[in-house]
Nanobody
Framework: QVQLVESGGGLVQAGGSLRLSCAAS????????IGWFRQAPGKEREFVAH????????YYADSVKGRFTISRDNAKNTVYLQMNSLKPEDTAVYYC???????????????WGQGTQVTVSS
């Protein structure tokens, strides 16, 4: 079993930055791939970014490419999502998830955190 806890959300002005953290615990988390998703009110959960077990491979949604960076520190069992140049449309609850079968499909992730709210004001 893998437990995930997100942190780092908050309120920021457009153009600002936030760094989200996903702290993992349980069995060997350094062997699992991690994804970030977000869900805005009234919308479906959408893929944001993914990092493989080593951190050597990353993948991003087109909407965040060039602005967000996913990384991981396996020594700390933590995955990060650095979010720069934030826009009001980035406002959502952000979730990290582990062990996907298909990296952009939320339905295939086995473990989820509780989420952290990100609000970007215009």
């Amino acid at each position: 079993q893998v437990q995930l806890v997100e942190s780092g959300g908050g309120l920021v002005q457009a153009g600002g930055s936030l760094r989200l953290s996903c702290a993992a615990s349980g069995r060997t988390v350094s062997s699992v791939a991690i994804g970030w998703f977000r869900q805005a009110p009234g919308k479906e959960r959408e893929f944001v970014a993914h990092v493989n077990w080593s951190g050597g491979s990353t993948y991003y949604a087109d909407s965040v490419k060039g602005r967000f960076t996913i990384s991981r520190d396996n020594a700390k069992n933590t995955v990060y999502l650095q979010m720069n140049s934030l826009k009001p449309e980035d406002t959502a609850v952000y979730y990290c998830a582990a062990e996907p079968k298909h990296i952009t499909d939320a339905r295939t992730y086995r473990h989820w955190g509780q989420g952290t709210q990100v609000t970007v004001s215009s």
